[in-house]
């Protein structure tokens, strides 16, 4: 079962969306709703974007990073998903001129996509530098590390929105099943 964290991105509902299409089994939870003793039931995660800044949003977001990687579990995180995780893996991000709409992006060969891509940015602040365990795998003319990718286990970073558009929309989909 996947839990879909809900940080109260306008866009959660097209994550959601795109899920229900699909044959995934999850349940989507706002940040605050989630105990730390329950996300042991759960088997993958996705990370929505934000609009605001919260201390404890980040707090509980970073624990449930941590404990992707400690029980070896699945995780994407989406704009602010994917900041967070380079956060709480040693990473750094800055504030960027605000990026919005279509993105090209060139990816290496990865699981979520291979080659050109075209994906919908939303964001004021990027991933500036990666933690030891992090590895770019993507990128656009904008932004080094469009997509992050743990270096052994299938935890993810989108800098962009994938649930914006049909080529992302792909992307969340291989991403569940993994």
């Known amino acids: 079962m996947l839990l879909l964290v809900d940080n109260g991105s306008v866009f959660t509902k097209d994550i959601s969306s795109t899920l229900s299409k699909s044959d995934v089994k999850f349940e989507q939870k706002s940040f605050d709703e989630i105990s730390l003793d329950e996300i042991r039931k759960y088997d993958s995660f ?3 974007g934000r609009r605001q800044n919260d201390s404890q949003m980040n707090a509980k977001n970073s624990k449930i990073i941590l404990h992707a ?3 070896k579990k699945k995780l ?3 704009c602010y998903g994917a900041e967070i ?3 709480a893996l040693g990473g750094t991000i800055r504030k960027s001129s605000v990026i919005q709409g279509e993105q ?3 990816s290496n060969e990865s699981a979520l996509c291979t080659g050109k891509e075209t994906v919908f940015e939303s964001h004021s602040y990027e991933i500036s530098k990666l933690g030891n365990s992090l590895d770019s795998i993507a990128k656009s003319e904008n932004c080094k590390n469009e997509i992050v990718k743990h270096k052994e ?3 993810f970073g989108t800098q962009f929105h994938p649930e914006m ?3 992302g ?3 969340i989909i291989k991403f569940t099943k993994l």
């Open 85 to 87: 995780l380079a956060l």
């Open 69 to 71: 990687v400690n029980e």
């Open 76 to 78: 994407l995180g989406i």
């Open 46 to 48: 996705i990370l929505s």
């Open 169 to 171: 929309q792909t992307m």
């Open 153 to 155: 286990l299938s935890i």
């Open 104 to 106: 090209e992006i060139v």
């Open 165 to 167: 558009s049909n080529d």
